[in-house]
């Protein structure tokens, strides 16, 4: 018994010193960790969005949750003042339970005669007349200190989706590393709700970590970064030595996100 508590002891003390593990003040902290893929839909025109949102709820939805992803977001920029595009752009957040799942999507859409009715005008458009110019793909994995999607409740919010890049991968594990140990438990503790937190594992501008914050509109988002910003033991993390940005992270890019209706998320 007590050789088998040892080994327990050695095993706890070797996750903290190489970053696997779990802050025990994070209630989401538990079960297996899931996949994420992360779609940008390059629309072909804004005109284009009423064809993608028909099949993205009435086909790819359905589909996605027959597959056995669930929930399934899909998301558009938060419009900024001021400023006109032609182009439109949408996001879809679609999770897996295990890397099998995902390799095993695609060929279960193939197999959905469903999906295939529900969306033939989106799946069969015509090369003359596309519904997007390209879509960008990116597959990540799940954060041990936040293992699974939580989708907040269904309320008029708006999402932000943080990109933080490094300079080597090492800096980017060791940021992970920060976010598990205690950053996602601060994040919490000052109202910032986090949806999810992936290690990029195969996309653009590697190596990175991307996740999605959730808020119920402008002010509160601005009134929980102060409130994280100001936090003793946030100050006393991010000036921790191997823990500092300069040390750990290049560049960081965010977009605000509005749900649409049928989103999951």
Same mark, same amino acid.
């Given at each position: 018994m007590k050789r088998r508590e040892f080994l327990k002891s050695t095993l706890v003390t070797a996750g903290l010193t190489t970053g696997f593990a779990v802050h025990a003040a994070d209630p989401a902290a538990s079960g297996p960790r899931e996949f994420y893929e992360l779609r940008l839909y390059h629309l072909k025109n804004a005109a284009k969005r009423k064809l993608f949102e028909d099949y993205a709820r009435d086909a790819a939805l359905p589909a996605f949750n027959r597959a056995g992803s669930r929930p399934v977001g899909v998301f558009f920029p938060?419009?900024?003042?001021?400023?006109?595009?032609?182009?439109?752009?949408?996001?879809?957040?679609? *999770?897996?339970?295990?890397?099998?799942? !995902?390799?095993?999507?695609?060929?279960?859409?193939?197999?959905?005669?469903?999906? $295939?009715?529900?969306?033939?005008?989106?799946?069969?458009?015509?090369?003359?007349? *596309?519904?997007?110019?390209?879509?960008?793909?990116?597959?990540?994995?799940?954060?041990?200190?936040? *293992?699974?999607?939580?989708?907040?409740?269904?309320?008029?919010?708006? !999402?932000?989706?943080?990109?933080?890049?490094? $300079?080597?991968k090492k800096a980017n594990l060791k940021k992970i590393e920060m976010f598990n140990l205690g950053e996602i438990a601060i994040f919490r503790r000052n109202g910032l709700t986090p949806v999810f937190f992936g290690e990029t594992l195969i996309g653009a501008r590697l190596p990175n970590l991307t996740y999605m914050l959730v808020y119920d509109d402008m002010a509160a988002h601005d009134q929980c970064w102060r409130k994280f910003i100001a936090d003793p033991d946030w100050k006393k993390l991010s000036k921790t030595p191997g823990y500092t940005d300069p040390e750990i992270v290049s560049h960081i890019t965010n977009f605000f996100l509005k749900p649409a209706p049928y989103s999951q998320i």
């Open positions: 938060v419009p900024k003042a001021g400023v006109e595009s032609e182009e439109s752009t949408a996001y879809m957040l679609i *999770p897996f339970k295990s890397i099998e799942d !995902f390799a095993a999507f695609g060929g279960k859409l193939a197999a959905d005669a469903d999906y $295939h009715q529900a969306g033939a005008e989106f799946i069969n458009v015509p090369a003359t007349d *596309p519904a997007f110019m390209r879509v960008e793909s990116s597959l990540m994995l799940a954060f041990a200190g936040m *293992p699974q999607v939580v989708a907040p409740p269904k309320t008029d919010r708006i !999402f932000e989706l943080r990109t933080y890049e490094s $300079h080597s």
